[in-house]
């Protein structure tokens, strides 16, 4: 009676059988050991391979057994428009779920803070923990933003989005993440892109909306490790 294969997952993603792992590996050692005796520079790609691309780190990992939110906070009104808030909101949420950082069931979708703070009395301001019960979160994913723009300089085509993450404990009225109390400061900043502002509104709305969905995915990558050339800050 044959044994049953496992399966392993080799350094491109492919499913392999354990026993074609083996024969594999033992190859390489081979490989290593020829190229080696032979003075062949081959050894540093060799391992680059097998040990994968480069990954970065989770920030914090957020408990899946607890409900979370995410509340872009734009006091300074920064982002030009609600609908790009939205947008982020949106990014962020399918990001995080692609990648099963937390179940579907554990995330409450963004536009519920725009419905509680919008239901709440002319003139009184709810606090992050507030809003975070009123929705039924135990958990909100804090975010300020301080820098929003397609253009650093007013005439080139220069995004770039500044904003400090603080994770709330909100049913403990605690912080859960970072230790700093100005919040972790994310950097998105994908560089000077060929072309000038655009001054018509299509072009103009359309770097404003991947602009949107970038920083939606750059905020959910700081809770699960991902490969860094996917990261969405540069």
């Known amino acids: 009676m ?15 059988p354990a026993r074609a792992a083996a024969t594999l590996i033992a190859a390489g050692v081979a490989f290593l050991g020829a190229a080696a005796a032979g003075g062949c520079n081959l050894v540093g790609p060799f391992v680059a391979i097998a040990a994968g691309p480069p990954e970065t780190p989770a920030q914090f990992t957020l408990d899946a057994k607890r409900a979370h939110i995410l509340f872009l906070d ?37 536009t519920a803070v725009t419905r509680a703070t919008s239901d709440d009395k002319a003139g009184s301001t709810l606090s992050v923990v507030e809003i975070g019960r009123r929705v039924g979160a135990d958990v909100v994913i804090y975010a300020v933003v301080d820098v929003w723009t397609i253009s650093r300089d007013g005439a080139s085509l220069s995004p770039e989005v500044r904003a400090r993450v603080k994770v709330i404990d909100a049913a403990k009225n605690a912080r859960l993440w970072p230790r700093m109390d100005e919040g972790y400061t994310l950097v998105i900043s994908p ?10 509104s299509a072009p103009r709305s359309a770097q404003e909306q991947e602009l949107s969905r970038r920083l939606g995915v750059a905020l959910a990558q700081l809770f699960f490790e991902h490969e860094t050339r996917t990261s969405a800050r540069e």
């Open 2 to 16: 044959k044994s049953p294969t496992t399966l392993t997952i080799d350094a491109a993603g492919r499913r392999r």
């Open 74 to 110: 734009d006091p300074r009104s920064r982002i030009p428009k609600r609908s790009l808030r939205e947008l982020t909101g949106k990014a962020f949420e399918e990001t995080l779920l692609g990648a099963e950082a937390l179940p579907s069931q554990m995330l409450i979708a963004s």
């Open 191 to 200: 560089g000077r892109q060929q072309g000038n502002l655009p001054l018509e």
